[in-house]
């Protein structure tokens, strides 16, 4: 059983950078595909980057790329999300989330969910 914790949400101001970050409990987080969504309010939730079991495979949403980095750090149970150059499309509670197996893009696929982490850019 895995289970999955965010921090570093904030308040920001357009153009600054923030860097999030799920630990991760239990014994399985190497074999784990991870991935962050985003949820803005009254959006669906929806796809940020993910990350495949050793962090050779990435992908990004069209939105975010070129600004955001996801990393993950297997041997500290860790997953990141480094974001630059923020706008204030990107307010929303930030969510990592992890499955087995192949990556996806679709929340719809992954079956293990932090609680979730609030970004909010704002001048």
């Known amino acids: 059983q895995v289970q999955l914790v965010e921090s570093g949400g904030g308040l920001v101001q357009p153009g600054d950078s923030l860097r999030l970050s799920c630990l991760a409990s239990?014994?399985?987080?190497?074999?784990?595909?991870l991935a962050w969504f985003r949820q803005a309010p009254g959006n669906q939730r929806e796809f940020v980057a993910n990350?495949?079991?050793?962090?050779?495979?990435?992908e990004y949403a069209d939105s975010v790329k070129g600004r955001f980095t996801i990393s993950r750090d297997n041997g500290n149970k860790m997953l990141y999300l480094q974001m630059n150059n923020l706008n204030i499309e990107d307010t929303a509670v930030y969510y990592c989330?992890?499955?087995?197996?192949?990556?996806?893009?679709?929340?719809?696929?992954?079956?293990?969910w932090g609680q979730g982490t609030q970004v909010t850019v704002s001048s």
């Open positions: 990350v495949d079991q050793r962090g050779y495979k990435i």
């Open positions: 989330a992890a499955r087995w197996f192949n990556p996806t893009r679709s929340s719809d696929d992954y079956d293990t």
């Open positions: 239990g014994r399985t987080f190497s074999n784990l595909v």
